[in-house]
């Protein structure tokens, strides 16, 4: 086998550079406010034509004509949210502690203002006498307003999509 | 157990939580129940194309369904001839063979041998001698496109077996405008720690859902609804019925049909269930193929909600379409599977609203099932407590109209009729040791 040379590699598998610091601040605000469960000021973070999607297989690329686990428009997400809140909510009585870590964050090679910002996460739950840990990659389209960022779009990739799951009542 | 043992379990108005919750009694209803009976194998809108094929675990057996290049659909054992091992693995695909990953040993989609490594170190006298194909489960059953199957070589046949609930898959086909369901938009697969009744029975519960939903039925009475050609869902609009007030629930307006071999269906209590038949671009199309007075008998029946195959087998008929399919997995532990449905030739506009409709129904992360989901988990903890000992499915008890099939019993949408039928044939089922 012929040796390669690192550069080339590393050229070809990470097309990506680190996004700058406030769109990494953005992405950890937003974890910091699921994980306080503060559901009504993750809200304030979505744009109106928000798209949250979860997909439920590996490669999945349409939400339209396949199931998914989320596929919510702000109406949708917000009863979902309102919901959460509800004390006859029996999925969430008690309800889940939660944290998210998020890293690698970059960004699409052409990324301007707009394009896809990559970040992998694991989030660690807690209810009842269960603890459970999902993983995955997060993509966000984000939208820059005279009030900060807004997301447009975001798509988590678990990577056990695919897995007989068992109840998910919190947005990633 | 003794079967004497085994029928004291089971009562007019009630059960012994034992059903639920002993693994004892769990793996004798694998061998005396669903190794018996007739259990959902696949829709054949999963398997179009010659070599397509699905895998899947039935009573805890490991089973192919596939279709061959003669096009017929064969049920085999996924365990390789030779030593043991399973001979595919992923969850659906197209082959032409499936070869055994241990010693290479291949079978067709028949399940007939097609080679064997290095067979020179058998003789003739055992190649010939031996039955070295994948074995074939021993019954299988088809109407209009639902794939069953049956691992017992004999006992209630096919036709019997489904001759109740036909209706509500000839109602469901005559919906389609090319009479034809597909199920190929995805499949939501998750596990509850319960037993394996709580969500056959749930099929047929409409006493529940002003409790369990209580998160989306909101002070309003608003509850989720399918509309058609929207992102959907919509906000139904029901009046607050003050359900712990009152001694009628509005979920009475809708009866259960209770039939023997544990059958069931439930109609469908809203008036706007034929509401979807009226949009225009829809509508057309189904004239085009029915005429007017045919489709004018299609909508009268239009009534069935859920369609509950006894033991592991849900049709939603309306709003909801899908198929539901439950595998036990141990006395506490159940997988479900949800596959929404196609209506082949209606709008796409539609089959996209019913595919998403079940994300947020049926799924489990959906509005839903998540209860439901959690109530079973606390039926499954609540009932290891000592005291006491039986669960009531008393409701309506001997208040049950006689229907047009025979030993039909159609009782209102709230009444236990359902799990009381279910019951029955699980101690004809479970108290005979044959």
């Given at each position: 086998?012929?040796?390669?040379?690192?550069?080339?590699i590393?050229?070809?598998?990470?097309?990506?550079?680190?996004?700058?610091?406030?769109?990494?601040?953005?992405?950890?605000?937003?974890?910091?406010?699921?994980?306080?469960?503060?559901?009504?000021?993750?809200?304030?973070?979505?744009?109106?034509?928000?798209?949250?999607?979860?997909?439920?297989?590996?490669?999945?690329t349409?939400?339209e004509?396949?199931?998914?686990?989320?596929?919510?428009?702000?109406?949708?997400?917000?009863?979902?949210l309102?919901?959460?809140?509800?004390?006859?909510m029996w999925?969430?009585?008690?309800?889940?502690?939660?944290?998210?870590?998020?890293s690698n964050?970059?960004?699409?090679?052409?990324?301007e203002?707009?394009?896809?910002?990559h970040s992998?996460?694991?989030?660690?739950?807690?209810?009842?006498?269960?603890?459970r840990?999902?993983?995955?990659?997060?993509?966000?389209?984000?939208?820059?307003?005279?009030?900060?960022f807004?997301?447009?779009?975001?798509t988590?990739?678990?990577?056990n999509?695919?897995a007989?799951?068992?109840?998910?009542?919190?947005?990633? | 157990?003794?079967?004497?043992?085994?029928?004291?379990?089971?009562?007019?108005?009630r059960?012994?939580?034992?059903?639920?919750?002993?693994?004892?009694?769990?793996?004798?209803?694998?061998?005396?129940?669903?190794?018996?009976?007739w259990?959902?194998?696949c829709?054949?809108?999963?398997?179009?194309?010659p070599g397509?094929?699905?895998?899947?675990?039935?009573?805890?057996?490991p089973?192919?369904?596939?279709?061959?290049?003669d096009?017929?659909?064969?049920?085999?054992?996924?365990?390789?001839?030779?030593?043991?091992?399973?001979?595919?693995?992923?969850?659906?695909?197209?082959?032409?063979?499936f070869?055994?990953?241990?010693?290479?040993w291949?079978?067709?989609?028949?399940?007939?041998?097609?080679?064997?490594?290095?067979?020179?170190?058998?003789s003739?006298?055992f190649?010939?001698?031996?039955?070295?194909?994948?074995?074939?489960?021993?019954?299988?059953?088809?109407?209009?496109?639902?794939?069953?199957?049956?691992?017992?070589?004999?006992?209630?046949?096919f036709?019997v077996?489904?001759?109740?609930?036909?209706?509500?898959?000839?109602?469901l086909?005559?919906?389609?405008?090319?009479?034809e369901?597909?199920?190929?938009?995805?499949v939501?697969?998750?596990?509850?720690?319960g037993?394996w009744?709580?969500?056959?029975?749930n099929?047929?519960?409409?006493?529940h859902?002003?409790?369990?939903?209580a998160?989306t039925?909101?002070?309003?009475?608003?509850?989720?609804?399918?509309?058609?050609?929207?992102?959907?869902y919509?906000?139904?609009?029901?009046?607050?019925?003050?359900?712990?007030?009152?001694?009628?629930?509005?979920?009475?307006?809708?009866?259960?049909?209770?039939?023997?071999?544990g059958?069931?269906?439930l109609?469908i209590?809203?008036?706007?269930?034929?509401?979807?038949?009226?949009v225009?671009?829809?509508?057309?199309?189904?004239?085009a193929?029915?005429?007017?007075e045919?489709?004018a008998?299609?909508?009268?029946?239009?009534?069935?909600?859920?369609?509950?195959?006894y033991?592991?087998?849900?049709?939603?008929v309306?709003?909801?379409?899908?198929?539901?399919?439950?595998?036990?997995i141990?006395?506490?532990?159940?997988?479900?599977?949800?596959?929404?449905l196609?209506?082949?030739?209606?709008?796409?506009s539609?089959?996209?609203?019913?595919?998403?409709?079940?994300?947020?129904?049926?799924?489990?992360?959906?509005?839903?099932?998540?209860?439901?989901?959690?109530v079973f988990?606390?039926?499954?903890e609540?009932?290891?407590?000592?005291?006491?000992?039986?669960?009531?499915?008393?409701?309506?008890?001997?208040?049950?109209?006689?229907?047009?099939?025979?030993?039909?019993?159609?009782?209102?949408?709230t009444?236990?009729?359902?799990?009381r039928?279910?019951?029955?044939?699980w101690?004809?089922m479970?108290?005979?040791?044959?």
């Amino acid at each position: 086998m012929q040796a390669q040379s690192i550069q080339p590699i590393q050229s070809r598998l990470v097309p990506r550079r680190l996004a700058p610091q406030p769109i990494q601040e953005f992405l950890f605000f937003e974890a910091q406010l699921l994980n306080e469960r503060r559901f009504e000021e993750w809200l304030e973070l979505l744009a109106d034509d928000i798209s949250y999607w979860v997909p439920l297989r590996r490669d999945q690329t349409d939400a339209e004509q396949e199931a998914s686990l989320f596929y919510d428009d702000r109406e949708l997400l917000t009863s979902r949210l309102k919901r959460l809140r509800h004390p006859k909510m029996w999925s969430q009585l008690p309800p889940a502690n939660a944290t998210r870590l998020v890293s690698n964050i970059t960004l699409d090679a052409g990324y301007e203002s707009n394009g896809t910002v990559h970040s992998q996460f694991i989030m660690c739950e807690f209810r009842a006498r269960e603890q459970r840990v999902f993983g995955g990659a997060y993509e966000h389209q984000l939208r820059r307003t005279d009030d900060g960022f807004r997301i447009v779009k975001k798509t988590v990739r678990l990577v056990n999509c695919e897995a007989m799951l068992s109840n998910l009542a919190v947005p990633f | 157990m003794n079967e004497n043992e085994l029928a004291a379990l089971v009562q007019d108005d009630r059960v012994h939580a034992r059903v639920y919750t002993d693994p004892a009694i769990f793996d004798l209803e694998l061998e005396r129940v669903f190794r018996r009976t007739w259990l959902f194998a696949c829709h054949e809108s999963q398997i179009p194309a010659p070599g397509d094929f699905v895998t899947l675990t039935l009573a805890g057996q490991p089973i192919i369904v596939a279709r061959s290049v003669d096009n017929e659909v064969n049920a085999l054992f996924n365990r390789c001839a030779h030593r043991g091992s399973l001979v595919c693995r992923e969850h659906s695909g197209n082959t032409s063979l499936f070869q055994c990953p241990f010693h290479g040993w291949a079978f067709r989609s028949t399940g007939e041998l097609a080679g064997i490594p290095f067979r020179g170190a058998y003789s003739e006298q055992f190649l010939e001698g031996n039955d070295l194909n994948l074995a074939k489960v021993p019954r299988i059953g088809r109407y209009r496109g639902f794939v069953f199957v049956s691992l017992a070589g004999d006992g209630v046949p096919f036709d019997v077996f489904i001759l109740q609930l036909k209706r509500g898959i000839d109602n469901l086909l005559d919906r389609s405008p090319e009479g034809e369901v597909i199920a190929d938009n995805g499949v939501h697969r998750y596990e509850y720690r319960g037993n394996w009744k709580l969500q056959i029975e749930n099929g047929i519960d409409e006493y529940h859902p002003p409790f369990s939903h209580a998160s989306t039925v909101g002070k309003d009475g608003q509850q989720l609804k399918r509309a058609f050609g929207t992102t959907g869902y919509r906000y139904a609009n029901k009046k607050d019925e003050r359900p712990e007030e009152t001694a009628k629930s509005y979920f009475d307006n809708a009866a259960v049909h209770g039939f023997p071999y544990g059958q069931s269906f439930l109609t469908i209590s809203d008036r706007g269930r034929v509401a979807e038949l009226q949009v225009p671009e829809y509508r057309n199309l189904l004239i085009a193929r029915h005429g007017e007075e045919k489709l004018a008998e299609i909508e009268r029946e239009t009534f069935i909600s859920n369609c509950v195959f006894y033991p592991t087998f849900i049709l939603r008929v309306t709003g909801n379409i899908h198929l539901r399919v439950l595998r036990p997995i141990s006395v506490d532990r159940t997988e479900v599977l949800v596959w929404p449905l196609r209506l082949k030739g209606a709008p796409q506009s539609m089959n996209s609203s019913i595919m998403r409709y079940a994300n947020v129904h049926a799924s489990v992360s959906s509005f839903v099932q998540t209860d439901d989901l959690e109530v079973f988990e606390r039926c499954q903890e609540g009932m290891q407590a000592q005291a006491p000992e039986w669960i009531w499915l008393a409701r309506g008890l001997g208040q049950e109209k006689p229907g047009l099939l025979e030993h039909e019993k159609v009782a209102e949408g709230t009444w236990e009729t359902g799990m009381r039928a279910q019951f029955q044939y699980w101690k004809e089922m479970m108290t005979r040791a044959d």
